[in-house]
T-cell receptor, first 112, second 118 residues
Framework: AQTVTQSQPEMSVQEAETVTLSCTYD???????LFWYKQPPSRQMILVIR??????QNATENRFSVNFQKAAKSFSLKISDSQLGDTAMYFC?????????FGKGTSLLVTP | NAGVMQNPRHLVRRRGQEARLRCSPM?????VYWYRQLPEEGLKFMVY????????ESGMPKERFSAEFPKEGPSILRIQQVVRGDSAAYFC????????????????FGSGTQLSVL
């Protein structure tokens, strides 16, 4: 069974600062994908960034980047130049077939 | 191109009633997935359907829950004789092909239906 653990239930960061959200996972699969999703109060699930496990290079999407440590089974999300609109729940997710396994989420608050 | 449409957005039912949740996938998508999000939890996979076929229902409770994706019309998640523990947000997602996570098979989520059982 695959499990995804997000150890930070809540985090806060000031606008324009950088914040890192942690995620670890457990799997025996060799080929899989990792995702970070953002869920604002509107409840919409928005894909933030995606990482293929076979790629060593860390994925980046504008202000969002990941630190993927395959041996440690760690997949953290770094948000640079935080903006008020980044306030949301952030879910780390693992996919080895077609079903996503989500962590419990980290609530991020960006303050002025 | 409209996204994944779910309705209703909010649904209130009394214990013992039936709940029907609808999901219209994105145009051209023939694969539908249902997920459930309990309070303060991440989403949990329930069922994967293709047109007229249930591919994987391993995440569905054994009783009272059923899902369908007919040839025409939206996918329906049906919960019979609802109980308070069924209160949750139910999300639908769709993909053009089976969503293996690779570049072309991306998953698109709807905004969910919040089911409240009184």
């Amino acid at each position: 069974a695959q499990t995804v653990t997000q150890s930070q239930p809540e985090m806060s960061v000031q606008e324009a600062e950088t914040v890192t959200l942690s995620c670890t996972y457990d799997t025996s699969e060799s080929n899989y994908y990792l995702f970070w999703y953002k869920q604002p109060p509107s409840r919409q699930m928005i894909l933030v960034i995606r990482q293929e496990a076979y790629k060593q290079q860390n994925a980046t999407e504008n202000r969002f980047s990941v630190n993927f440590q395959k041996a440690a089974k760690s997949f953290s999300l770094k948000i640079s130049d935080s903006q008020l609109g980044d306030t949301a729940m952030y879910f780390c997710a693992f996919m080895a077939g077609y079903a996503l396994n989500f962590g419990k989420g980290t609530s991020l608050l960006v303050t002025p | 191109n409209a996204g994944v449409m779910q309705n209703p957005r909010h649904l209130v039912r009394r214990r013992g009633q039936e709940a029907r949740l609808r999901c219209s996938p994105m145009k051209g998508h023939s694969h539908v997935y249902w997920y459930r999000q309990l309070p303060e939890e991440g989403l949990k996979f329930m069922v994967y359907l293709q047109k007229e076929n249930i591919i994987d229902e391993s995440g569905m409770p054994k009783e009272r829950f059923s899902a369908e994706f007919p040839k025409e019309g939206p996918s329906i998640l049906r919960i019979q004789q609802v109980v308070r523990g069924d209160s949750a947000a139910y999300f639908c997602a769709s993909s053009p092909n089976v969503a293996t996570g690779t570049g072309n098979e991306k998953l698109f989520f709807g905004s969910g239906t919040q089911l409240s059982v009184l």
